[in-house]
């Protein structure tokens, strides 16, 4: 009877091998793959510092629209840009690799064609047609950065918004008609980046205090960055009120882009909002960005919105990095990822199976590495490893290694660190390893001289000095 042996053992072998048919696929397999096909929108506003939209709780109504955006969609209670300067910032966005391992550290390196994969490219081989559209020379086509796209250019941002919502406008068109192909759009826009000096009705719409004559431009920020003046000085809050204004005007832009979309092809488009970096106003001595790795320069807004497939209106607790966008939207968009390790990881598991009911999953505290590059006053570069809530800051040369406690010090303002000596000494070793570890693997980017047109649009940008002509490593 070895023949029904035989049957037996084969019947077994199936059902072990199929799953039962009251088996439930896991809310995270649900959403794997859930956006493939749908037209995919990325927007960067440069320059926003968290804290100072109304959708994350400040204190001024500046982002009435990013309010309805994150009703409708997931937004992270915290995120983090690995630096605070825009080339490398948005290489890190577009390839998911700390800046050490894409190897742009300064404006005159660029992504080779043999660099690391890119989120354009990913999507141009899932069968995408895909468009960038940027307003910031910073990040324009002479870096690398239009890999993967079929278009990609540089708007002046003096008159860039009507070209960008024209271009964008076009670039959608086809891919809602029957038989279009999905695009995947890329639009950096400049606002609210330097000089903070939006139009009319947004100028002076914040405008409390009295005393100064402070425009916003960028002769006004260089200037009250010398001057040394505090915090509570008119003109430093004078300055704040029309970096809030420009936020305002953004705010009103990134609306006239996106609500038409989600709108009248809701379950056929999806759309991220994050920021390159932050905006520091004295909070450490300096007024911009570049710099620092405090909160105000790293410190950015993530939210992302798919109508009918992520839940709304849901908070993620956690910590999380730009670096995470890659591998979340390969994952959720069925994308082929890169072989080479990343340093983000998918949220999509944070927020699978939730509702507005309530909150993300929250992840396990877990390492974020930050490094700025442009040094201030001679202090050399900067470095933070966040672990949750607890942040380890040191430069390369000039200031002693900080401790913050950012639950309840967010501003940075208290180091903690002789009280947690053991933390410190952890937090130290580790970052000793980990800057190690990126110095000895390296990265692959290509250095290309600035041209002087170049050189003249990052200057009226506020940007100037070694750090665009004769940059090398401190």
């Known amino acids: 009877m070895k023949w029904i042996r035989y049957v037996v053992v084969v019947l077994l072998v ?10 439930e696929e896991s809310p995270r397999d649900a959403l794997a793959g859930s956006l493939r096909g749908r037209s995919f929108v990325v927007v960067v506003a440069d320059s926003v510092h968290a804290d100072h939209l109304s959708a994350y709780g400040y204190r ?26 825009t080339l490398s910032s948005v290489t890190s966005l577009f390839t998911g690799l700390v800046q050490e391992r894409h190897g742009v550290l300064w404006q005159t390196q660029i992504l080779g064609a043999d660099g690391p994969r890119t989120l354009a490219e990913m999507f141009k081989e899932a069968g995408y047609r895909t ?20 278009r990609y250019t540089l708007h002046d941002f003096d008159v860039a918004p009507e070209e960008i919502f024209a271009e964008a406008e076009k670039a959608l068109s086809t891919s809602f008609i029957e038989g279009g192909s999905p695009v995947f759009l890329y639009v950096h826009m400049l606002p609210p980046h330097m000089p903070y000096t939006p139009p009319e009705p947004y100028a002076s719409m914040f405008r409390e205090v009295q005393g100064s004559d402070v425009t916003g431009s960028i002769t006004d920020v260089a200037e009250v960055q010398a001057s040394g003046v505090a915090r509570d000085h008119p ?15 953004m705010d009103a832009r990134v609306r006239r882009l996106v609500e038409p979309l989600l709108r ?22 300096a007024v911009g960005h570049n710099t620092f790795v405090y909160e105000e320069m790293v410190n950015v807004p993530w939210i992302f919105a798919a109508p009918g497939a992520l839940p709304a209106g849901v908070e993620l607790p956690s910590t999380v990095s730009l670096l995470d ?33 309530s909150v993300g999953r929250e992840l396990e505290p877990r390492e974020l590495y930050l490094s700025s590059r442009y040094p201030l006053e001679g202090r050399g570069a900067q470095f933070a490893l966040v672990e949750g809530r607890w942040k380890f800051v040191t430069r390369r040369r000039g200031a002693l290694p900080q401790l913050f406690d950012t639950d309840v010090d967010p501003e940075e303002q208290q180091d903690v660190s002789e009280a947690n000596p053991e933390r410190m000494d952890r937090m130290a070793q580790r970052m000793g390893e ?12 290509l250095s290309e001289p600035l041209s ?13 000095g070694s750090d665009l002509e004769t940059a090398q490593p401190k």
């Not at 307003?135 to 324009?140: D, R, Y």
């Not at 029309?242 to 005007?249: K, Q």
């Not at 009248?264 to 001595?285: A, I, R």
């Not at 939207?329 to 927020?351: H, N, Q, Y």
């Open 14 to 23: 199936l059902l072990v091998s199929i799953p039962s048919c009251g088996q």
């Open 60 to 85: 001024r109504r500046t982002s009435p629209f990013l309010e309805e955006l994150s009703a409708a969609g997931v937004r992270a209670r915290r995120a983090l840009s690995q630096t605070s300067w």
């Open 131 to 150: 468009v960038g559209l940027t307003e910031n020379g910073a990040a324009g086509p002479r870096t690398g950065l239009g890999r993967g796209f079929d």
């Open 235 to 249: 003109d430093a809050l004078r300055l704040v009120e029309t970096y809030d204004e420009h936020v305002a005007y």
């Open 264 to 285: 009248d092809h809701g379950e056929d488009v999806c759309v991220l909002f994050t920021s390159d970096h932050g905006e520091g106003f004295l909070q450490h001595g």
């Open 325 to 357: 966008t890659l591998p979340t939207v390969a994952e959720l968009f069925g994308l082929r990822a890169p072989a080479r390790a990343l340093d983000g990881e998918s949220l999509v598991g944070t927020f699978a199976g939730v509702d507005a009911k």
């Open 434 to 445: 980990i800057r190690t570890r990126l110095v000895e693997e390296g990265g692959t980017a």
């Open 452 to 464: 002087q047109t170049m050189l003249r649009d990052l200057k009226a940008l506020g940007y100037g």
